[in-house]
């Protein structure tokens, strides 16, 4: 069994974002320790990017405070090496594909399998051109995770068909950020997504409240949280950790009900 499948062996999964370097290269390791301890079951990690398109202002500016701060590519893997010597926490990137083609798509690949690296989502990569990613990702045991927008029934189906690690449920159209209401009919979407695969479903875009993250959990297999977990961030800085983990805490305890 994988570790992104064992993340969803115990409940309902609580998965959490933070971007790398931000503020930086040593909190971001120390806040996905504190995570782990507060009951996050999966750690998404994103990579600075300059143009992060799916991405609303809260990780944009993560983004650039990160890239600031002189965090690349190489450095993330550094991040997940030093994570990796003590804990065995799923581990997901979230990145663009400028980044990786740049990197050298095996080159990347191989550096994944190397450090520790369970799966990956890229947002700009289309479904239709992604294998040419996918033969790397496959080769390395990387999964490519798939994100699933509210769109069409056939095409949600054709895109579950192929998914590895968890299905990435876009709770609603648009850039990530926090929500106060998520009016998408998310209900049909995982049953659809239940009638072609047995890979888990998390819900993700605009959860941020415990209340939000209990509907969800009620619906799929897990909750990510990402601009919540980033403005903790933004807010406290190199202070975050309390925050963080009363934060977590309270939406993995969430999660669960």
Same mark, same amino acid.
């Given at each position: ?13 609580? !998965?959490? &974002? =933070? $971007?790398?370097?931000? %503020? ?5 390791? #120390?806040?996905? /320790? +504190?995570?782990? @301890? ?52 799923? !581990?997901? &990137? =979230? $990145?663009?594909?400028? %980044? ?5 798509? #095996?080159?990347? /690949? +191989?550096?994944? @399998? ?144």
């Amino acid at each position: 069994m994988s570790r992104i499948e064992q993340a969803f062996q115990n409940g309902k999964a609580f !998965l959490a &974002f =933070l $971007t790398a370097g931000d %503020p930086t290269m040593e909190k971001t390791i #120390e806040y996905i /320790f +504190e995570m782990e @301890q507060a009951g996050a079951d999966l750690i998404e990690i994103g990579i600075p990017f300059s143009d992060p398109t799916a991405e609303g202002v809260v990780i944009q500016d993560a983004n650039e405070r990160a890239l600031k701060n002189g965090m690349n590519t190489s450095k993330v893997f550094e991040i997940v090496q030093t994570v990796r010597k003590k804990s065995q926490i799923p !581990l997901v &990137f =979230l $990145t663009y594909l400028n %980044p990786v083609f740049h990197y050298g798509y #095996e080159r990347f /690949f +191989e550096k994944c @399998q190397e450090t520790g690296v369970d799966g990956i989502i890229i947002p700009d990569l289309p479904y239709e051109e992604s294998e040419e990613v996918n033969q790397y990702a496959k080769k390395y045991q990387v999964d490519l995770i798939r994100l699933i927008a509210p769109t069409s029934e056939q095409r949600i189906q054709m895109i579950a068909k192929e998914a590895k690690g968890f299905v990435y449920l876009v709770s609603s159209m648009g850039v990530t950020g926090v929500r106060s209401e998520i009016h998408t009919d998310l209900a049909t979407i995982v049953k659809s997504l239940r009638e072609v695969t047995e890979v888990p479903c998390a819900i993700g875009f605009g959860i941020s409240t415990p209340e939000q993250a209990e509907q969800m959990a009620a619906l799929a297999d897990g909750v990510i949280v990402g601009s919540a977990i980033v403005k903790i961030i933004a807010k406290y800085g190199e202070d975050a950790g309390p925050a963080l983990v009363e934060y977590v805490s309270e939406m993995k305890k969430a999660t669960q009900n």
